[in-house]
């Protein structure tokens, strides 16, 4: 007891005169703990509005959906199980807009019913969502209005029918408005709609909503609808499914913020444990003392533990309150990718959580450094220096890296969706860090080994304050490199997904894509596209097909066989494929031989595959395979497998067949041009849809716009999470540079008493800093080069592209800044009292 | 052994090692020294004697032999172990002040006595300050004070607890002559008052001879240990009472 009142007395007067210091070291602190809080809250938050609107997030209790009208048994199931019913139709076509002759390839949903029946679709003017199918009219999504300039009052023109454009879409339950993004959304009555666009083309989806009376049990009803449902392949959802994948994918989403911010939580670690590592080197004299007066060596490292624990405290409490603040933000941030309204209210549980992780994250990172003073020999009050070999590393030490690994380790995994992303994550933030203090540490061996002798001495000065003893240069390489690693990546990373698309549609490349061409329209519109003075770069006919047989086994043959797990997406699915005679410039032949004709009469069909659908299918070169296509079916043989270039705007298939064959067969063409203005492709693709309303049209430009558009609202989550390991980088650099203020001051007054001017001790700090800055921004510019390069070509497969702009402003900024804060930090020392600096030291 | 020694060291030695070279700095050092004795402990530089005061005040431990300091074998005793005894029985004044720079004057010497768990210690301080004739200066920072006042301030902070013996390494050697003589005697005098056993290591041999007993160290080795006849040695029947 009496322990404890001395070690709290030493704690408060031994703090005298360092308070501000103290809390300046564990303010790196403060935003990571920010950042768990509010992540961490807003995940507690968002998890209780999708459960407090799970109904939403279906808008029924139940749906059933297919990608063709409903099969016979299905109408006659619907028809039986009653309740109340909504029926949607859901097509990608092309909308036109009279007014201006715009067009653009939207969503187009047609509506039957009073789905939603949970939620409600919200829309400008409010009745508008009341009332559009009374009256006939659209509701547009708003981009598409923003787009051509559009407003409420005005005509779309859906096929062959135009709409009173009735409202704008605000929100609709169920689904995000970053899914409008990529492809806008229209409502219309289902009433009246031209179902030649339904005729034709596939890529259609035909929904039924149910609603039932209350106490219905649904899970029941599933399970008795559910075998024809499969048998039929016909898809249902219910809510309680919705809620689960919805809740799964965004416990993945703030999970993954999670791990943003935790990144912050580290440097603030690192930078706790740098600043209390100087601020111990400064106390170990009185701890020499103190234990040559008797004090023992538990209550002296009570005496630090306590100032630590304390200002720990004081920044988790700081850190929480901003975290509180901050939550309110996230909605907003997030808003594009929410499905339901999240109202923030203060979740106590995850405010302790980050209190409780902050203090203990301050206390693991300030316990390297305090151990320092357990082994203090007191021996130091007789000595200026004790030979400390012979004093045996604490196990503690140990104890804390073993822990610290393991809490790392153990929060990346506990926040990944998988165990092994997670020891991934976890690695990755220790190879960064390890990197980062392997270059600072080679830097200060290197700067000492090739020492430029030759320069002026303020220059070999400041040059040698990178390597002297209580240099700060790992710290501050830390710092500085990880914030401009995690910027410069980001704009790397954004930049060669923007490059790629480029490329993509770059000189003399197609960038207007034309689709769902029916044969008979194939003349027509290559003329008009020719008189329009555009290119026919290539018409590529689509036949849609299925695999029934894989080598004479059934597709439902090689699903029961348990033994072998050979069932892959590559069996099931629908492919869309072309015939043609040659292999195009974006395919090449990695075996067998391309057969580019079929004499009629003879046995198999020859086919060429591409290599990924060969391995998920399992097949090879002489492997027979048989086909249904649309209704026909046609034997083939595998007798080339193509390497395909995916990253073209171009036609590419799974699979080629040789002319010859499918020419009869229903089919569909692709027509590729070249618009060399968006005046021009806008003018060639309001003529074509309005002359052929079934035949949709994609812009590369629009493309770009969008992907745009989408990345750079994820990198500014992004971004915003990076931001708080950049202010805690800026907040560790901003302490570390006074902890050597502290340090210098002496020097510089030393070195003014020997005579040296203003001039010269501010010349010394700025080519410290100069040094330091620069070396730490090229450290992450370079590290942030190899990870987007890794990143091109491990996750994107695109090729690498570096900005050189982007790199330099990133070098001139954070030595700039390193400069500023430097300067800023040493300003004044020239003019400490001489003696009051002599006179302590 | 007898009851009234204080400190007895038995066939002290230390060896450091630096690589593959042995440095013995002490050898084979025996000698006992009494409750309410001062001595001097003299010899030219690096002869071992900070060396050897560290090992009596278990500050390092010896290579060979042992230390009894108050009673205890020091070899028997856990690093915080002797520091308990120390904060008891043992007092410091060093070469280089050694003041607590966080704290004030009468918080650096209310620091013994508040280990031990003492309250009530100001009164106590603020008349060992009177004694050192610092009073006025309570409040000051030791950087706001004189190299002799911090010494003043050192002398008063090892007489706080009422220690047996009090161990001084040059405590004059960063003075002035003239103010080393003022510390000098307020040493002395302080120590008289209070009856304790004082070991003063020291250069200085005039103020070696102020002492009762003169150690002389050369190269590790106690070479001479005069008794001086200008002091008597106590009796040994009185117990200083503490
Ligand atoms: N940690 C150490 N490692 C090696 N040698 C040491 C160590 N500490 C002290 N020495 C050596 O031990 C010898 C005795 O040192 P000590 O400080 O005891 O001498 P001293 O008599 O106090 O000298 P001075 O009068 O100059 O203070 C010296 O030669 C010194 O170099
Ligand atoms: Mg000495």
Redesign the pocket.
């Known amino acids: 007891m009496s322990n404890l009142l001395w070690i709290l007395k030493m704690a408060v007067r031994d703090s005298r005169g360092s308070r501000g210091k103290l809390l300046l070291f564990v303010s790196s602190m403060v935003l990571g703990v920010a950042a768990l809080v509010a992540i961490s809250s807003f995940g507690e938050n968002l998890k209780r509005a999708v459960d407090d609107e799970a109904l939403t997030l279906l808008g029924a209790d139940l749906s059933i959906e297919n990608g063709d009208p409903f099969p016979e048994r299905v109408d006659v199931l619907i028809d039986s199980i009653g309740g109340e019913q909504s029926y949607r139709v859901s097509f990608a076509s092309m909308v036109f807009f009279p007014s201006n002759g715009g067009t653009r390839l939207s969503t187009v949903r047609a509506l039957e019913g009073n789905y939603p029946y949970y939620g409600a679709v919200e829309t400008m003017p409010p009745e508008a969502a009341g009332t559009y199918q009374q009256s006939g009219g659209a509701l547009i999504e708003t981009s598409l209005l923003k787009q051509f300039d559009l407003s409420v009052g005005d005509s779309v023109k859906v096929g062959v029918v135009t709409y009173r454009i009735d409202g704008e879409i605000v929100k609709t339950p169920r689904e995000t408005s970053a899914m409008g993004m990529l492809s806008p959304r229209v409502f219309i009555p289902y009433e009246g709609l031209d179902t030649q666009l339904l005729s034709r083309g596939s890529r259609a989806r035909y929904e039924m909503f149910f609603k039932f009376e209350e106490g219905r049990d649904v899970d029941a009803l599933v399970e008795d609808i559910e075998p024809v449902l499969r048998a039929e392949k016909v898809g249902f959802d219910t809510i309680s499914e919705r809620q689960e994948d919805w809740n799964e994918g965004l416990t993945n989403l703030y999970r993954f913020l999670n791990m943003v911010g935790f990144i912050a939580l580290l440097l603030g670690g690192v930078g706790i444990a740098s600043a209390v590592h100087v601020y111990i080197k400064q106390r170990i004299e009185t701890v020499a003392i103190l234990r040559c007066l008797g004090a023992r060596s538990g209550p002296t490292f009570g005496v630090y533990l306590t100032q630590a624990s304390v200002m720990g405290l004081i920044a988790a409490l700081v850190g929480s309150g901003l975290g509180i603040g901050i939550q309110f933000l996230i909605p907003q941030l997030l808003a594009d990718f929410l499905p339901v309204r999240v109202d923030i209210e203060i979740m106590w549980m995850p405010v302790l959580a980050g209190l409780s992780t902050g203090l203990g994250v301050s206390l693991l990172f300030a316990l390297l450094p305090l151990l320092a003073v357990k082994n203090t020999s007191p021996l130091l009050t007789l ?1 200026k220096s ?2 400390t070999t012979t004093v045996v590393p604490s196990r503690w030490r140990y104890v804390i890296y073993v822990v610290l690994v393991a809490a790392v380790f153990g929060f990346a995994i506990l926040q990944a969706p998988v165990w092994w992303l997670g020891l991934a994550y976890g690695g990755a933030i220790f190879i960064v860090f390890g990197l980062l203090a392997l270059v600072a540490k080679g830097i200060t061996v290197f700067s000492r080994t090739f020492f430029p002798s030759s320069w002026p001495y303020p220059w070999r000065q400041g040059f040698s304050n990178l390597y002297r003893p209580n240099n700060q240069t790992v710290i501050l390489m830390l710092s500085l490199g990880l914030g401009t690693f995690l910027i410069v990546t980001m704009f790397l990373v954004q930049q060669i997904l923007l490059k790629q698309i480029e490329i993509a549609g770059g000189e003399g490349r197609p960038n207007l894509v034309f689709f769902d061409i029916q044969p008979g329209q194939l003349d027509d519109l290559s003329t008009s596209v020719s008189d329009q003075g555009l290119p026919l770069l290539e018409k590529v006919p689509l036949i849609a097909m299925r695999i029934t047989k894989v080598n004479g086994r059934t597709l439902e043959e090689i699903r029961q066989d348990s033994t072998r797990d050979e069932y892959t997406w590559a069996h099931g699915r629908e492919y869309q494929s072309t015939y043609r005679g040659e292999l195009t410039d974006s395919e090449t032949l990695v075996a067998g031989e391309f057969v580019g004709y079929y004499e009629s009469g003879s046995s198999l069909v020859p086919v060429s595959i591409e290599e990924d659908v060969a391995d998920e299918l399992g097949v090879g070169v002489g492997d027979s395979l048989e086909w249904n296509v649309q209704g026909l079916p046609v034997s083939t043989l595998i007798t080339s497998i193509r390497k395909v270039d995916w990253q073209r705007v171009q036609t590419n298939f799974f699979f080629v067949f040789p002319e010859g064959v499918l020419e009869q067969a229903p089919q569909f063409f692709v027509l590729l041009t070249r618009a060399e203005d968006e005046d021009q492709s806008a003018r060639m693709q309001s003529s074509v849809v309005s002359r052929f309303p079934n035949i949709s049209a994609i812009d590369l430009s629009l493309v770009l716009n969008v992907f745009d558009a989408i990345y750079s609202r994820i990198s500014f989550v992004l971004r915003f999470m990076a931001l708080f390991s950049i202010i805690t980088g800026v907040i560790v650099l901003i302490s570390a540079v006074s902890v050597s203020r502290y340090q210098r001051v002496g020097e510089s007054v030393l070195l003014k008493t020997l005579g040296a001017s203003r001039q010269q001790i501010i010349k010394i700090q700025f080519v410290e800093y100069l040094f330091l800055g620069l070396l730490a921004a090229l450290t992450g510019v370079l590290l942030s080069v190899i990870c987007a390069w890794l990143m091109a070509l491990f996750v994107f497969e695109s090729p690498f592209y570096l900005s050189g702009i982007t790199l330099l402003i990133a070098v001139l900024a954070v030595s700039a800044l390193t400069i500023a804060v430097g300067m800023f930090n040493s300003r004044g020392i020239y003019n400490r009292p001489t003696l009051e600096v002599l006179r302590a030291a | 052994m007898q009851s009234n020694s204080i400190l007895t060291l038995q066939n002290l030695s230390k060896t ?1 090692t ?1 690589g593959s070279s042995e ?1 013995t ?1 002490l050898k084979d050092v025996t000698l006992t020294i009494h409750e309410g004795e001062t001595c001097a402990v003299v ?1 030219p ?7 050897l005061l560290g090992l009596c005040a278990g500050l390092d431990r010896p290579s060979e032999g042992g230390v009894q300091l108050c009673g205890v074998d020091l070899n028997g005793l856990s690093e915080d172990e002797t520091a308990s005894l120390r904060n008891q029985h043992v007092g410091f004044v060093f070469q280089s002040f050694q003041l607590i720079p966080t704290l004030t004057a009468i918080e650096n010497i209310m620091v013994p006595a508040e280990l031990r768990g003492e309250r009530g210690v100001a009164s106590r301080a603020r008349s060992l300050l009177e004694a050192v004739g610092l009073l006025d200066r309570a409040t000051h920072y030791p950087s706001q004070l004189s190299g002799g006042e911090q010494q003043r301030v050192g002398i008063a902070r090892a007489f706080i607890n009422k220690p047996r013996i009090l161990f001084a390494d040059e405590p004059t050697g960063n003075l002035d002559a003239e103010t080393g003589e003022t510390i000098e005697s307020l040493l002395f005098e302080l120590n008289q008052k209070e009856g304790t056993t004082l070991v003063l290591v020291t ?1 200085d041999l005039e103020l070696a001879q102020k002492t009762s007993r003169i150690i002389q160290l050369k190269a590790g080795k106690v070479v001479s240990d005069d008794i001086s006849s200008r002091f008597a040695i106590p009796d040994p029947g009185v117990q200083v009472s503490r």
Not at chain 2, 45 to 51: E, V
């Open positions: 000595r004790v030979d | 450091y630096s440095l700095v010899g530089s690096g002869s071992g004697k900070t060396t250069h």
